[in-house]
């Protein structure tokens, strides 16, 4: 049991993230890295657009919020996807 008591056993959650906490977007960008959700780029999506937006978001142009990390682990994965 944890300090609040909670049995850690039935509040797993998923990787990386913390049980107690709510956030989809980071859940989904757990699945999706853990290959328990499959992802594909649609034919029309420009994978330079998707590169070009990954290296803006690491370099810190834009403002910081859970949902862009996980947009940013997601195309990270779309894109290993692509280069593999």
Same mark, same amino acid.
């Given at each position: 049991?944890? +300090? !609040?008591?909670? @049995?850690? #056993?039935?509040?797993?959650?998923v990787p990386d993230s913390?049980?107690?906490h709510i956030d989809p977007a980071g859940d989904l960008a757990d699945a999706v890295e853990a290959g328990?959700?499959?992802l594909e780029? +649609? !034919?029309?999506? @420009?994978? #330079?657009?998707?590169?070009e937006f990954l290296e803006r978001a690491?370099?810190?142009e834009?403002?910081?919020?859970?949902?862009l990390e996980a947009t940013v682990r997601i195309v990270r994965s779309l894109?290993? +996807?692509?280069?593999e």
């Open positions: 049991m944890t +300090d !609040d008591g909670r @049995d850690d #056993d039935l509040d797993t959650g913390d049980p107690r328990d959700l499959e780029l +649609d !034919d029309e999506q @420009d994978v #330079d657009e998707l590169r690491e370099a810190g834009f403002d910081a919020d859970p949902s894109l290993n +996807d692509v280069e």
